[in-house]
């Protein structure tokens, strides 16, 4: 059996411990000083942060909407506007200001372009490329083309 000055400081410092945790402020006390580790969305997700993993939706977005406009109307969109109501392409997805990352297109009737480029460039925010056959390119040290690696 413990004695009761062992009892006491044991209970005394579970009563500091818990009003510490009260104040955000103590980085001792808690592991929030780490950033956040991402966690993908779905299985082989290969985007390194939130923001990646919007940027390459919002790409399988266009690159949907783009095949879709192809097999319905026999060319593809040569404008963002022009993809509205495709597939689940929105009006409010025509703005290029994406976050992190800005939207770049630019449309032929028997080719199209799709970039999104990070507002800074890092292993978290890479670049990506995409055109006609789908296949989206990324690049963390310059701006993506169609000789940069595959992303799935």
Do not use: C, W
């Amino acid at each position: 059996m413990r004695s009761k000055s062992f009892r006491f400081f044991i209970a005394l410092a579970s009563l500091v411990l818990a009003s510490l945790t009260l104040f955000q402020g103590i980085p001792a006390i808690s592991a929030q000083t780490a950033a956040p580790e991402y966690k993908p969305k779905f299985a082989g997700d290969p985007a390194r942060s939130d923001s990646e993993a919007a940027a390459l939706g919002y790409m399988r977005v266009v690159l949907r909407a783009q095949r879709q406009f192809n097999k319905q109307y026999g060319h593809y969109a040569t404008s963002l506007t022009e993809l509205v109501h495709s597939g689940s392409f929105t009006k409010r997805m025509v703005d290029p200001n994406r976050g992190d990352y800005t939207a770049g297109f630019k449309g032929k009737k028997d080719s199209f372009i799709l970039v999104m480029t990070p507002k800074q460039l890092d292993a978290q925010h890479r670049s990506f490329y995409a055109e006609d056959d789908g296949k989206i390119h990324a690049d963390e040290e310059k701006p993506a083309d169609e000789n940069s690696p595959v992303v799935k």
